[in-house]
């Protein structure tokens, strides 16, 4: 195949047709062959239970509320496990970790309608104009209002375009650069102390913690210049409101969750969340991220963030659902698939995931599920993970094809509806699983969507008061909401200003966490920092975006800086060989002015072309489980004379 070919089949990824009939195959070597629902379904009930006790399911942060809600009670009750977890492993746990760690709450504090309002936002390690593009119109309205904007990326970003101060820190210095603001904070007598005196523990060894972290230090380890340190500091304090925003370039580290608490921990500084105006906002990737966890797709936390561990909390679910719940926490995604490794997870559900491509170092991720006993998948495409189930369901799409709920960044429930027919006989989430329950003993009969959100409602008091019909009234509703009748502030955690101790309730700790730089150093032989995002015109594995055509769409490229593509002797088009401690691939290369030396780029969309996954190091927070995606070493070999330029 020709340079040029090359080239023209990056631009066009592979495309996948969608699903229709369910597919089982007869031994893990022999071909799909198409098979009615009965079997498929028979076959499923058989390969799940003979996998209790060693079974997980992950869910879909794409799906709606009320599947996410069926499939964590599928898994509870059906199976008898919390081993249930999403993608939100990959992308925002560190977040829900950190922020409940600080406010006993893992969702973001504000409105997308307070960025418009507020007079300061910093955008830290986020691409939002690229990766999360309707945030980000509200970023606009916010800067046309008078709003500062401050940007701190390793790249200067199309986000950073926009702002009033890029500080194009190194990869893996978020917490050297967060404590010397919060240093230099303190320092100049601008630290809230009435707050931080009314609201807050651990004040003194947070003081004690950020004073080594001078600007002169800082600026050292960082990469940004003393003076933009100082100039983000006074700003961030000294505005009367400010929001804090971030997003994977955050939490996709080894010490992700250390990475959110060192920035919660300058809102607590200076009294900037509780507020109108003044919060944190992790923003989310997915349409129902958010959701999936707050329905219970995750291992720790029952439907409404509720604990698993609280016997009062597991009275309430078993006297609803007439089963016992354990009194531990389950399995974790990453865990799951330490667990496949190990042999003790034998079987597994996977609803409209990709895990094969989008899981870190994605060879050893398809190993691991290779070993699995038993696979279903349930999805609208034949993924690579599809390709590699026992049984493949095809489901209805979330969008346009299935009526529900899903929760976005700002906690806004809203309502989605059916407005097409599926294809073939692809079936709803809902009414597969409880098919499949009603095989493996459990008698579930929902009349409707409606159905399982009042059940939720019933349950969760976060979400008692949304019925369909207030959430079509309001155009959404942000949880909590507890009342029928009345509604909550758009921001959260306004107890921490309350003068009265007794309605304040438990003071919101500072994070005491340490600088702790990438797992996967650079060296002679390994010289360059790989990063990694997202394109504006795709999304995740590129799935559900590949077979759309886009003009924005140049497939997967590695990106370089003018300096080091002068210095490999490349150009643009130019096919490389990229090689990390983990795997090696082609691709061609790219060259971009937001990148400074030493730093190259690659996203993650076109897996099928270019696998940057095989690159990525799976070296995960201990307390979230996220991979480190940000941070890779990796080293560029010229492999031709030379290539034909895109441009």
Partial sequence: MSQRQRNRRDRNPKTYTRLTHPLVRDSRDAPFRPATWDEALDRTARGLAAARGAFGLFSCARATNEMNYVAQKFARVVMGTHNVDSCNRTCHAPSVAGLSAAFGSGGGTSSYEEVEHTDLIVMWGSNARFAHPIFFQHVLKGIRAGARMYAVDPRRTSTAEWAESWLGLNVGTDIPLAHAIGREIIHAGLANEAFIERATTGYAEYRALVEPWTLSLAEKVTGVPAAAIRDLAHAYARAERAQLCWTLGITEHHNGTDNVRALINLSLLTGHVGRYGSGLQPLRGQNNVQGGGDMGAIPNRLPGFQDVLDPEVRLKFESAWDTVIQPHHGLTLTEMFEAMEEG????????????????????????????????????????????????????????????????????????????????????????????????????????????????????????????????????????????????????????????????????????????????????????????????????????????????????????????????????????????????????????????????????????????????????????????????????????????????
Wanted: one cysteine or more; glycine letters at 8%.
């Fill in 344 to 647: 003790s997870l034998r079987a597994v559900y996977c609803i409209g995931e990709n895990p094969a491509q989008s899981e870190a170092d994605s060879e050893q991720a398809i190993r691991r599920l290779r070993t699995l006993d038993f696979l279903v998948v349930q999805d609208i495409f034949l993924t690579k993970t599809a390709e590699l189930a026992d049984v493949v369901l095809p489901a209805t799409a979330g969008w346009a094809e299935t009526d529900g709920t899903t929760t976005n960044s700002e906690r806004r429930v809203q309502r989605v509806r059916r407005a097409v027919t599926p294809p073939g006989t692809a079936r709803e989430d809902i009414d597969i699983l409880c098919d499949l329950a009603t095989r493996l003993g459990h008698e579930w009969k929902y009349a409707d969507a409606e159905a399982v959100w009042n059940e939720l409602r019933s349950l969760s008091p976060d979400h008692n008061g949304m019925t369909y019909a207030r959430l079509e009234e309001h155009q959404g509703i942000q949880w909590p909401c507890p009342s029928t009748v009345a509604l909550e502030p758009t921001y959260l955690h306004g107890r921490l200003w309350e003068p009265d101790p007794a309605l304040r309730g438990l003071p919101a700790p500072f994070g005491i966490v340490a600088h702790d730089p990438p797992v996967d150093l650079t060296d002679e032989e390994y010289p360059i920092r790989l990063t990694t995002g997202r394109r504006l015109d795709s999304y995740n594995t590129g799935v559900q975006t590949g077979g759309y055509a886009s003009p924005l769409r140049r497939g997967e490229s590695v990106e370089l800086c003018p300096e080091d593509a002068e210095r490999y002797g490349v150009v643009v088009g130019e096919e490389v060989r990229v090689t990390s401690r983990r795997g090696s691939l082609l691709a061609p290369v790219w060259v971009d002015t937001a990148l400074r030396p030493g730093l190259a780029f690659m996203s993650f969309h076109f897996p099928d072309e270019v696998d940057t996954n095989q690159l990525t190091i799976e070296a995960n927070c201990p307390i979230a489980g996220t991979a480190e995606f940000k941070a890779s070493a990796i080293r560029i070999e010229k492999v031709s004379t030379g290539g034909p330029a895109l441009r």
